[in-house]
């Protein structure tokens, strides 16, 4: 009988603590432009309003002092670190590498919460900043816990940092209740002995490049969803993706929708519909009525409708919810985050997309369709790519990236609707 009750309690006590792994690992969809998805929790917490776990940047446990003598990556003392150190700290540091942004092995979200889970980017913190309010509250859903609120712009979701101060030096942890620490992936390059850090009390938030804090301290870690790996996935509707080391995570398919291969031109479409055809015009678009320019149908200045819909977007409705049409926001990240090259890969012209992290993506110049042209036009020598994105100040618009030999532009760039343009799906959230 005794074992059987230890048994049983062995069984009840696995129960609660898988439970309760599962209530901390929930997220939050604020609408962000990357798709992003936030931890509703701290690590190490069961609850948004819980302080959670504090580590040291780049270490993936708790600890009872954070101090340099006891952190992972220096040899006792700050002048000597062993990793993620990219200059010499003016000559106490002999020891130098490439590292800017923690290895997944030193990511404590993907660590702990495993491979769908990682540590935000600085980027991440910021474009948190732009596209919610946020509010001070010292007492959270009445748990008598102070903190920043966080409720998006785009869709009114919510989400909670509680103020959980941080550890530095000391072996109690300092300002709880008045501050928030939030570790980042990303070293200060600056210097080496810091990395980046969302901070905020109750009359300001930190968010900006140089913030940053001491990488021995003790800070709180906030995950986000990311992908699984670094390299080109294939997922089960055959379709690839690559990371580029992009600070919003985005991650880019490999192929334009129809082709086969990079190089591949691949299908086109009128922007907001999910079909190729053979006549581009204003009198056979979708969500117009006949007439040029004319979008009262749907997505134009009176019904408020700024992005496509998922039963509008081609990406989604063709490969499936893991995918979806970038948003202008991602063009120009890739734009201004990227090498661009002018290539021809198998006799193809087009542009190398190299990212931050080395690996790189080919956009072929597939030209358009339409624009009452019943050819393509400019195939071989320019690129259009549609966004999910409308040009709210002429709705018979919408985003789009376009490329000629020497010109590659994401911003301000619109294009007319109903006309045939490629499209480069981004992995995007369900």
């Known amino acids: 009988m005794k074992n059987k009750t230890s048994i049983l309690l062995l069984f009840l006590t696995f129960l609660f603590v898988n439970v309760g792994n599962a209530t901390a690992q929930q997220y939050v969809d604020l609408g962000l432009p990357s798709g992003t998805l936030w931890a509703t929790c701290n690590i190490g917490a069961?609850?948004?309003?819980?302080?959670?776990?504090?580590?040291?940047?780049?270490?993936?446990?708790?600890?009872?002092?954070?101090?340099?003598?006891?952190?992972?990556?220096?040899?006792?003392?700050?002048?000597?670190?062993?990793?993620?150190?990219?200059?010499?700290?003016?000559?106490?540091?002999?020891?130098?590498?490439?590292?800017?942004?923690?290895?997944?092995?030193?990511d404590?979200?993907?660590?702990?919460?495993?491979?769908?889970?990682?540590?935000?980017?600085?980027?991440?913190?910021?474009?948190?900043?732009?596209?919610?309010t946020n509010e001070w509250t010292s007492n959270y859903q009445g748990k008598g816990v102070a903190g920043i609120l966080f409720r998006s712009r785009k869709n009114g979701n919510t989400i909670f940092f509680p103020a959980a101060g941080k550890y530095d030096y000391d072996e109690k942890p300092l300002r709880v209740g008045s501050m928030g620490y939030y570790w980042s992936v990303s070293l200060y390059k600056d210097l080496p002995n810091y990395a980046k850090s969302f901070d905020f009390n109750s009359t300001r938030v930190y968010t900006d490049n140089n913030n940053r804090n001491s990488r021995n301290c003790g800070l709180s870690v906030r995950a986000v969803r990311c992908s699984n790996s670094a390299t080109s996935q294939t997922r089960s509707?055959?379709?690839?993706?690559?990371?580029?080391?992009?600070?919003?995570?985005?991650?880019?398919?490999?192929t334009n929708i129809g082709a086969s291969n990079p190089e591949d031109y691949g299908d086109y479409f009128a922007w907001g519909e999910t079909t190729t055809k053979s006549t581009y015009l204003w009198s056979t678009y979708k969500h117009g009525n006949g007439s040029d320019s004319d979008v009262s149908k749907k997505y134009n200045k009176s019904d408020?409708?700024?992005?496509?819909?998922?039963?509008?977007?081609?990406?989604?409705?063709?490969?499936?919810?893991?995918?979806?049409?970038?948003?202008?926001?991602?063009?120009?990240?890739?734009?201004?985050?990227?090498?661009?090259?002018?290539?021809?890969?198998?006799?193809?012209?087009?542009?190398?997309?190299?990212?931050?992290?080395?690996?790189?993506?080919?956009?072929?110049a597939a030209g358009y369709k339409g624009c009452y042209e019943k050819t393509?036009?400019?195939?071989?020598?320019?690129?259009?790519?549609?966004?999910?994105?409308?040009?709210?100040?002429?709705?018979?618009?919408?985003?789009?990236?376009?490329?000629?030999?020497?010109?590659?532009?994401?911003?301000?760039?619109?294009?007319?609707?109903?006309?045939?343009l490629s499209v480069r799906p981004v992995r995007c959230s369900n």
């Open 304 to 364: 408020g409708r700024t992005k496509l819909e998922r039963i509008d977007d081609v990406a989604y409705k063709n490969w499936g919810s893991d995918w979806c049409m970038p948003t202008q926001v991602q063009f120009q990240e890739l734009k201004d985050k990227c090498t661009w090259t002018r290539t021809t890969l198998n006799g193809k012209k087009g542009y190398n997309v190299k990212g931050p992290n080395g690996k790189s993506i080919f956009l072929p």
């Open 108 to 132: 404590v979200a993907y660590q702990k919460w495993g491979s769908n889970w990682c540590m935000p980017t600085q980027a991440q913190f910021q474009e948190l900043f732009e596209n919610c």
């Open 376 to 420: 393509t036009s400019f195939r071989g020598s320019n690129g259009y790519y549609w966004s999910s994105s409308l040009y709210t100040d002429d709705p018979g618009a919408a985003y789009q990236l376009r490329f000629f030999s020497s010109y590659i532009s994401p911003f301000n760039n619109r294009f007319v609707r109903y006309c045939g």
């Open 237 to 254: 509707n055959g379709h690839q993706y690559i990371d580029l080391g992009l600070p919003y995570g985005t991650l880019w398919a490999t």
């Open 46 to 106: 069961s609850n948004p309003w819980n302080y959670g776990d504090y580590f040291a940047w780049g270490e993936t446990y708790s600890k009872y002092a954070y101090k340099w003598s006891s952190y992972k990556y220096a040899n006792g003392m700050s002048g000597r670190l062993n990793k993620y150190c990219n200059n010499s700290l003016y000559g106490y540091n002999r020891y130098t590498d490439s590292r800017t942004k923690l290895d997944r092995s030193d």
